[in-house]
């Protein structure tokens, strides 16, 4: 059973770049699997971010694509997500995901446990 | 971009079936999925493919789709079965996925 962890600061400042990982245990990050984030703000639903393979290939939101980075650490198992001129705005639970991916689409069958963050001086 | 469409709440008595429909002009060739959302939880899976239940989920779980819209029923509804409920799918280019809006269900 795969079991995801997110990681990172839980409070940052408007305009700087917000930074999270996930580690991986239970499985390989270099399986057939995709490694997704998505995001929830508060009160609101849910938000699809982008994901990654680990030979590195990404797909991103077109709504988030330029301020976001989603790159993969095999050595350590693990993912990560940066989004640059953060606001206000993307304050909201991170949750890192694992993908399968099909002829005819995708699914997230596991998903960690989300961690707040909060985007405020 | 691409969009999935779900009514924002459906309301049913206990042991009535709940539908929560999702509409979105690529679903006839894109599987849709189900997640269920309690207050402060990880959303948990519930439907994949369009009608296959995890083997953890209760068969009143089940799940259809048929041209652009797919639908999450729940016969005999628990109030254990209140919550969000998100579809989420992949858009006609195969490159981005996307959530619906969601649909709170109450059950009282």
């Known amino acids: 059973q795969v079991q995801l962890q997110e990681s990172g600061p839980g409070l940052v400042k408007p305009s700087g770049t917000l930074s999270l990982t996930c580690a991986v245990s239970g499985g390989s990050i270099s399986s057939s699997n995709w490694w997704s984030w998505v995001r929830q703000p508060p009160g609101k639903g849910l938000e699809w971010i982008g994901e990654i393979y680990h030979s590195g290939s990404t797909n991103y939101n077109p709504s988030l694509k330029s301020r976001v980075t989603i790159s993969v650490d095999k050595s350590k198992n693990q993912f990560s997500l940066k989004v640059s001129s953060v606001t206000a705005a993307d304050t909201a639970v991170y949750y890192c995901?694992?993908?399968?991916?099909?002829?005819?689409?995708?699914?997230?069958?596991?998903w960690g446990q989300g961690t707040l963050v909060t985007v405020s001086s | 971009s691409y969009e999935l469409t779900q009514p924002p709440s459906v309301s049913v008595s206990p042991g009535q079936t709940a539908r929560i429909t999702c509409s979105g002009d690529?679903?006839?060739?894109?599987?849709a999925y189900w997640y269920q959302q309690k207050s402060g939880q990880a959303p948990v899976l519930v439907i994949y493919?369009?009608?296959k239940r995890p083997s953890w989920i209760p068969e009143r779980f089940s799940g259809s789709s048929s041209g652009t819209m797919a639908t999450l029923t729940i016969s005999g509804a628990q109030v254990e079965d209140e919550g969000d409920y998100y579809c989420?799918?992949?858009?006609?280019?195969?490159?981005?996925?996307?959530f619906g809006g969601g649909t709170k269900l109450t059950v009282l």
């Open positions: 989420y799918s992949t858009d006609s280019s195969g490159n981005h996925r996307v």
């Open positions: 690529a679903l006839p060739k894109k599987y």
């Open positions: 995901a694992r993908v399968l991916i099909t002829t005819a689409g995708a699914g997230i069958d596991s």
């Open positions: 493919e369009d009608s």
